[in-house]
């Protein structure tokens, strides 16, 4: 495989060179300086006049080229590159365009912008390649400048296609979270739990469910009003956030009660963790217009140990059930379900 790239920008090799896939496929990461804002192209023709063709075409433009003389070096060149365009030739010794356009469909999530180079004109078979994949097709020999814009065309959908995905992934990552504590919400809460529940059920190992609710919140709200209220809410998140392990998760599941499951400890760690949060928030300090405000908060811990119904909403229920105890006991204390 070779690289190619305009002259004057950071690349590996000023001129086309010639790579097997073997070698690139164990070369470092850093085979290619590109800018985010470079577009990367893979061109797989088995004909080294055609390779050459497509890139005193393709040089023109700010692109990052990397070429293959198979469909097999295609391939490797694209797990390692992750190109957003392919340039295909339709007959190749090892697999045809055809294939490669199935394979690129099957084995790529994200989308690949893929134009098939064909001397082939008969209209069945170009229909043939669209349905096995291919966005577009060329018939050889062809018009540079018609390469050039088709080329351009599959970079503008190849770059909207991009934006997509990354809003749709921010628009998961805001259903899964609470926005004013910034804390995963009741649905990452139970789709989390729900996941460890069936690794600790697998696996047997021990997972414990905290529900915190902070006391007397009404009185704070009604007090000092609203936004202190939400600053309470927002320095009980601080604590928890400081208090979790990568392993373990926290989360709002509405209103002023909140989350903390853990794995991987026994019922004196739990203890030690959930009271190690309970006098963190106790000794919280909230200063606003002169004055001092303090809270705290109680808490009900269930678990699951492998004998249970392993549910989410057990699970939960059990840890309410020793929160009300804790309510009923004075507050501002940690129990646990029976
Ligand atoms: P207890 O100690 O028994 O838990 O008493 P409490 O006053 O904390 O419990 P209660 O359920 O009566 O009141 C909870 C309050 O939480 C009522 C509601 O207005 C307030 N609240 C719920 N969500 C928010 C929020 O997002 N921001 C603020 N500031 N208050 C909230
Ligand atoms: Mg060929
Ligand atoms: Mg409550
Ligand atoms: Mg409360």
Redesign the pocket.
């Known amino acids: 495989m070779s690289v190619s790239q305009k002259s004057g920008r950071p690349m590996v090799s000023p001129k086309t060179r010639r790579l097997s896939a073997r070698q690139d496929a164990t070369a470092g990461t850093g085979t290619i300086l590109a800018t985010p804002e470079q577009f990367k192209i893979v061109v797989a023709d088995d004909s080294r006049i055609y390779r050459s063709l497509v890139e005193t075409t393709l040089v023109q433009e700010d692109y990052i080229v990397l070429f293959a003389e198979n469909g097999r070096e295609a391939l490797a060149a694209m797990a390692k590159h992750h190109p957003c365009l392919v340039v295909s030739d339709w007959e190749m010794p090892d697999i045809s365009g055809i294939e490669l356009c199935k394979k690129i469909r099957q084995d790529y999530e994200s989308y690949v912008h893929i134009i098939l180079l064909t001397s082939n004109t008969k209209k069945d078979q170009i229909v043939e390649g669209l349905a096995a994949g291919a966005d577009d097709y060329l018939t050889k020999p062809f018009h540079p400048g018609e390469l050039l814009a088709r080329v351009a065309v599959g970079r503008r959908v190849a770059e909207l296609h991009r934006q997509i995905q990354a809003k749709n992934l921010l628009l998961e990552e805001l259903a899964q979270t609470d926005s ?1 504590t910034g804390l995963p919400n009741r649905r990452a809460i139970e789709d989390w739990t729900k996941r460890e529940l069936s690794g600790a059920e697998r696996h047997g190992f021990e997972l414990w469910v905290a529900i915190a ?7 704070i ?1 009604d007090t000092y009003g ?1 936004e202190v ?2 600053m309470v ?1 927002k320095r009980f998140a601080g604590v928890l956030r400081r208090n979790t392990r990568a392993s373990n998760l926290c989360g709002r599941i509405g ?2 009660e909140f989350v903390i499951a853990l794995s991987h400890v026994d019922r004196a760690g739990v203890e030690t963790a959930i009271e190690r949060i309970r006098l963190q928030f106790e000794a919280e300090e909230f200063s606003f217009g002169g004055r001092v405000l303090k809270a705290t908060a109680s808490f009900g811990i269930a678990a699951f140990q492998g004998s249970l119904d392993p549910s989410p909403d057990t699970l939960l229920r059990n840890a309410d059930a020793a929160l009300y105890r804790a ?1 009923h006991e004075g ?1 501002n204390r940690v129990e646990f379900s029976s």
């Not at 609710?213 to 009185?219: A, E, M, S, T």
């Open positions: 004013l609710d902070l006391d007397h919140f009404k009185r709200n609203h209220g939400d809410l209103g002023e309510k507050r």
